[in-house]
Structures are given as C-alpha cells and as structure tokens.
C-alpha cells in the first residue's frame, strides 16, 4: 500500500498536525486561565486541562505520529490508531468540557448564538444516542466490510475523510452518551444506556467479524491481532464511558433518594 506520509508532504503534513495540535492546547489552557480570572466563574479545574491535552495528544498520535505511518502496511498499527482517534481521543475531549469553556470565553452576544445553535433541531438529530450510534458504529462497519479500506490507502482524499468521519463521530458518540457540556435535547440514563448496549453489541460482533473475515489486502495474522485489540481495548474505553454515565446516574438520583429518607 503506498505510503501517502513519505516525502516532502508528508513532512509538511506531520508538521502542520504538530503545530494544530500545540495551537489547540495553547487556545484551551488559554481560554480557562482567561475565564478563571472573571470574578463571578469557578477556577477551571486542572483535570480538564490535562484531558484536553491527552486527547489532543491521542489525535495527534493517530494521525501525525510514527503510528499513522504504520497503519499504511501494518492494521495493528491502523487499529491502534483507531482506538486513540475514534474512542480514548473523543473520550477525553468530551471530559475537557470545551463548549462549557467556549461559552464561559465568548462575549455575551456570541455565546448566545452559540447556545441558539446547541438548541437547534440539527444539533438535536446528529447528537441523538441513536443518530451518533449509527454514524459511529455503522461508519466502522462499512470501512471494515467493504472496498472502503484498501481505497482510503490508494487516495489521500478518501484517506483524510475516513480519519475526519471517525474522529467527529467517535466524538459525536461519546457527547450522546455522557453529558459533560451543556446539552438541550436530553434523553433519560435508560435510554442512553440501552442505546449504547446495542452500540457495544455492533462494535463486538465487527471485531470479531474482523477476525475471521479480514479487509481486503490484510494479512490474517494482522487481521486476527489487530481485531483482538479492537475488541480488548474497546472494551477498555467502553468501560470508562460506562462507569461514567452510571455515576451521573447515580448523582443524578443521589438527592431525590435524600428526600425520600427525610420524609420517612
């Protein structure tokens, strides 16, 4: 498979991924010492900053790093990559809570227009639990299934769209799953939490699905690895997103339960 990193544009690529990233961290770390300096908002908590930087570093790993490069002849190295840009990345994106950080940044009149926009019916459909299941897990089953795979490593247009499509709906999904910012088409913890078994159920069966049946141009023994880390480390992350949404729950109900014992 041709290697679309190699040479003077690649390069070029690998630098620009680089300085985006450094760009990205320095804008967060700015916007929340900026927004800790206003007298009416908490101090922005230290944790999140070091979410968004792993996650930004997660990104960058997938994408301009030694991994990227691998991941052109070696579909561990491509599952690896998988992993930090579809799941851990988003995961700890989401955490870093940066629409919270943005609306605390802007000035009034733009974090309204921001705040009309998260109210919007789009923003509604493509956030739905449902919606953001099918654009991740399906996504993955039509790039592992089909042509799809040995084509986005013959073009770099297919290539860079595939990695766009996975990150935004590994991100997508993770926001449907876990309300960290501010989210105006809410759907119950019961909800949420049947939708993502059925996600979880479609992510196992593809991985296993990989295994026995693996995309055009991968070796077996590549295919059968790269599968069980798919598989082991999705679950891995899955679980952190688990434990996650149960807490929330677990908060959510934390003071209705109070009340029930003080009427008793």
């Known amino acids: 498979m041709p290697d679309h990193h190699g040479g003077m544009g690649g390069g070029l690529m690998d630098a620009g991924i680089i300085v985006l990233s450094l760009l990205l961290i320095g804008l967060y770390i700015g916007g929340g010492i900026h927004s800790s300096r206003i007298r009416h908002l908490h101090r922005w908590p230290w944790f999140r900053y070091v979410c968004w930087t792993a996650g930004v570093f997660c990104v960058w790993g997938a ?24 799941m ?16 605390r940044t802007l000035p009034v009149s733009a974090a309204r227009n921001v705040s009309r926009l998260l109210r919007s019916s789009y923003a509604g459909f493509i956030t739905h639990p449902v919606t953001a299941t099918v654009l991740n897990i399906g996504g993955l089953w039509l790039l592992y299934t089909t042509p799809l795979y040995s084509m986005m490593h013959g073009n770099p247009w297919i290539h860079g769209a ?4 996975v990150f935004l709906a590994g991100v997508l999904f993770t926001t449907a799953m876990i309300y960290i910012d501010p989210v105006a088409h809410r759907f119950s913890f019961l909800y949420r939490i049947v939708v993502f078994i059925f996600a979880l159920a479609g992510h196992g069966i593809l991985s296993k699905y ?11 023994l590549q295919a059968e690895e790269g599968a069980k880390l798919m598989y082991y480390g999705g679950d891995v992350i899955d679980a952190a997103i688990i434990f996650i949404l149960c807490l929330h729950w677990y908060k959510a109900a934390a003071p209705e339960k109070g009340r029930e014992t003080a009427r008793r």
């Open 210 to 220: 990989v295994y026995a049946f693996p995309p055009d141009g991968v070796p077996q």
């Open 162 to 165: 595939v990695h766009l499509h």
């Open 63 to 86: 994408t301009g790093s030694t991994i990227a490069d691998q991941a052109h002849h070696d579909f561990r190295a491509h599952m690896l990559g998988h992993l930090l840009l579809g």
């Open 88 to 103: 851990l990345g988003p995961l700890l994106l989401v955490l870093a809570a940066p629409v919270t950080l943005l609306l």
